[in-house]
Nanobody, 125 residues
């Protein structure tokens, strides 16, 4: 089993920055891809970013590419999402997840096995 806990969310003005963290415990996740997803009430959860087991490969949704950066510290069992130039449309509940089926990046939600409870990010205009 893997437990994931997100932190670092909150309220920020448009153009500002936030850094999300996702701490894992239980089974080691250093061999697996991890990802960030987000969801707005009434809409389906959408892919934000994925990072390979080593952190050497990342992928992003078109809507966040160039503004968001995913990274991981396997020694600390922690995944990060640096979010810059935030826009009101980035407002959502953000989730981190682990894919025990992939070591490289994947944007497909169905391949992620463990999920955190999520954390709210609100960007005011």
């Amino acid at each position: 089993q893997v437990q994931l806990v997100e932190s670092g969310g909150g309220l920020v003005q448009a153009g500002g920055s936030l850094r999300l963290s996702c701490a894992s415990s239980g089974r080691t996740v250093s061999n697996y891809a991890m990802g960030w997803f987000r969801q707005v009430p009434g809409k389906e959860r959408e892919f934000v970013s994925s990072i390979s087991w080593s952190g050497s490969s990342t992928s992003y949704a078109d809507s966040v590419r160039g503004r968001f950066t995913a990274s991981r510290d396997n020694a600390k069992n922690t995944l990060y999402l640096q979010m810059n130039s935030l826009k009101p449309e980035d407002t959502a509940h953000y989730y981190c997840a682990v894919s025990t089926q992939y070591a490289r990046t994947t944007s497909a939600e169905k391949f992620y096995d463990y999920w955190g409870q999520g954390i709210q990010v609100t960007v005011s205009s």
